[in-house]
């Protein structure tokens, strides 16, 4: 198990990180949301090493990697550019991981290069799909039981973008590798994951499983003649999520019986479940103020 | 087999996939004997969690309709039709009745309750 255990972390006197802990199963998928600016890629690139911690520690079965760093090969990271691989060739790019990764699989590295027809040599002619697939394909033969992913899917074409997320199931249920990734596309994220964590604000506002927050929280679109009854509106665990005329959307948190006779008793127009999707969530807990 | 899943769907998606099996099953899609895809196979195609593959198989598998031979794969081994107990024949008499009050009350007629009932069985394929 990874476990991330009381990690804080400044960048030039600003608290990036505060207090996060969390941990990793092998075999599993765990997706990091939130918003721009929360702190993802920082939080990824502690994990791995790139930065090291003001405070906490990163375990691997409850080896501490910054004490015992031969544990560190069990840890691969791809980041959100291809700028550090772009500027080696193919055979370069091997010998480095190798040097880092002693379990580095060259074979089945080269199978997959021929299986995805990307070419040997430098990397000027790779396309930008063709980047990410190398990249990933090295990721995943470093042989390590965790692997990171910032933002593996940003900016790829559909065919592409579907091989890297077989790739992604395919060694999580296969190899057993734990595998978080970071990524704004909630919908594809939503069907692979096993658990996901919400951060915000530099704290992880959230870990849990779909169907949790689904036991949690429930959609649903409510039509009243008069417009939404504002005794509904303001109670404290219903959240408009959007209101036109006489129809409104709720994302409502507890009890779902309880909660329908309610609504039952004013007599509504209408009065129907909508599925919970892991993008209402990401806006129920972080909707606020638009800012870019 | 074929799985389409629907977002739009109330559904968690591992009761989709096991929807469609039996449906496929009822309606001879699926037969006895049929090898499902694996685990991993299923779950890259469709992109989704190969923990949800597995729920939906082992609650497949829970219902006796398929089954799973170590290192040889999993197989349809259909829907009991003679062994029906008092128990089952129970508790679905009391869900239909449930069902059909609520429909009778919200004015559904009888005639289009029974089209409904030909329809599915003439969909199943048997006589």
């Given at each position: 198990m990874l476990k991330i255990h009381q990690l804080s972390k400044k960048l030039d006197e600003t608290e990036i990180l505060k207090n996060i802990s969390f941990d990793i199963e092998q075999g599993t998928i765990t997706g990091l949301i939130?918003?721009?600016?929360?702190?993802?890629?920082?939080?990824?690139?502690?994990?791995?090493?790139?930065?090291?911690?003001?405070?906490?520690?990163?375990?691997?079965?409850?080896?501490?990697i910054t004490i015992e760093p031969n544990t560190r090969n069990?840890?691969?990271?791809?980041?959100?550019?291809?700028?550090?691989?772009?500027?080696?060739?193919?055979?370069?790019?091997?010998?480095?991981?190798?040097?880092?990764?002693?379990?580095?699989?060259?074979?089945?590295?080269?199978d997959a290069l021929n299986k995805y027809k990307l070419p040997h040599g430098s990397l000027r002619k790779y396309s930008k799909g063709m980047k990410t697939l190398l990249?990933?394909?090295?990721?995943?033969?470093?042989?390590?039981?965790?692997?990171?992913?910032?933002?593996?899917?940003?900016?790829?074409?559909?065919?592409?973008?579907?091989?890297?997320?077989?790739?992604?199931?395919?060694?999580?249920?296969?190899?057993?590798v734990g595998v978080l990734i970071s990524s704004h596309h909630l919908v594809e994220l939503e069907k692979i994951i096993d658990q996901y964590l919400f951060l915000k604000e530099g704290t992880i506002d959230n870990v849990a499983t779909m169907e949790e927050s689904t036991n949690k929280h429930f959609k649903l679109q409510v039509a009243f003649e008069n417009g939404l009854p504002s005794e509904i509106e303001e109670l404290e665990h219903v959240s408009v999520f959007s209101k036109t005329g006489k129809v409104a959307i709720l994302i409502v948190s507890g009890q779902k019986e309880e909660f329908m006779q309610t609504l039952g008793k004013r007599n509504p127009l209408l009065l129907e479940e909508l599925p919970l999707t892991l993008e209402d969530l990401f806006f129920l807990k972080d909707g606020g103020e638009l800012y870019v | 087999m074929i799985i389409v899943l629907d977002a739009r769907s109330h559904l968690p998606l591992w009761?989709?996939?096991?929807?469609?099996?039996?449906?496929?099953?009822?309606?001879?899609?699926?037969?006895?004997?049929?090898?499902?895809?694996?685990?991993?196979?299923?779950?890259?195609?469709?992109?989704?969690?190969?923990?949800?593959?597995?729920?939906?198989?082992?609650?497949l598998e829970r219902s006796g309709i398929i089954e799973t031979v170590r290192g040889k794969g999993t197989f349809v081994i259909g829907l009991t039709k003679e062994s029906v107990?008092?128990?089952?024949?129970?508790?679905?008499?009391?869900?239909?009745?449930?069902?059909?009050?609520e429909s009778l009350m919200e004015g559904i007629d009888e005639e289009l309750i029974i089209n409904w009932v030909k329809e599915v069985y003439s969909k199943k394929g048997v006589e």
């Open positions: 939130g918003r721009n600016g929360a702190g993802k890629t920082t939080l990824l690139r502690t994990i791995v090493g790139i930065l090291s911690p003001d405070e906490g520690a990163i375990l691997i079965d409850n080896k501490d069990q840890i691969a990271y791809m980041s959100d550019t291809t700028n550090f691989i772009k500027q080696f060739t193919v055979k370069e790019l091997i010998t480095i991981y190798e040097n880092a990764y002693p379990n580095f699989d060259k074979e089945k590295f080269l990249y990933l394909l090295l990721t995943f033969s470093t042989g390590a039981n965790y692997v990171i992913l910032d933002e593996p899917t940003n900016g790829l074409d559909p065919v592409v973008k579907r091989t890297v997320l077989q790739l992604i199931i395919e060694y999580a249920s296969t190899k057993s | 009761e989709q996939i096991v929807l469609q099996v039996k449906e496929q099953i009822l309606r001879n899609v699926l037969l006895n004997g049929d090898k499902l895809p694996s685990v991993r196979e299923l779950a890259t195609t469709l992109l989704i969690n190969p923990n949800t593959v597995s729920r939906a198989y082992q609650e107990s008092e128990q089952t024949i129970l508790k679905y008499q009391n869900k239909f009745s449930n069902l059909l009050i």
